[in-house]
């Protein structure tokens, strides 16, 4: 099955920048849209950012100006680069095909920590 892989979340103080990578293993297909998405502590995952495969993009207003994704449709991956980040940032963020993410399926997270 195909899964999507987010790394390099890490430890970061508020006004940093990390950059998020999004990888894809399993059948080889390009997603029509692929999307970043933010599980905080004690709370719902939701979408933050948003890449079609034509490069057409959507942000959350919380992360708009300051996060940015992009793809590389043949390597199969995706990033997201976060500047200026904030406290609120906080969470397990995971990448995931849109579809997929409907239908409730997911791969591994990582961790982004925002803190003095």
């Known amino acids: 099955q195909v899964q999507f892989v987010a790394s390099g979340g890490g430890l970061v103080q508020p006004g940093g920048s990390l950059r998020l990578s999004c990888s894809t293993s399993?059948?080889?297909?390009?997603?029509?849209?692929v999307g970043w998405y933010l599980q905080a502590p004690g709370k719902q995952r939701d979408l933050v950012a948003l890449i079609y495969s034509g490069g057409q993009t959507n942000y959350a207003d919380s992360v708009k100006g300051r996060f940015t994704i992009s793809r590389d449709n043949a390597k199969k991956t995706v990033a997201l680069q976060m500047n200026n980040l904030k406290p609120e940032d906080t969470g397990v963020y995971f990448c995931n095909g849109l579809q997929l993410a409907k239908e409730g399926s997911w791969g591994r997270g990582t961790e982004v920590t925002v803190s003095s």
């Open positions: 399993g059948f080889i297909f390009n997603p029509y849209a």
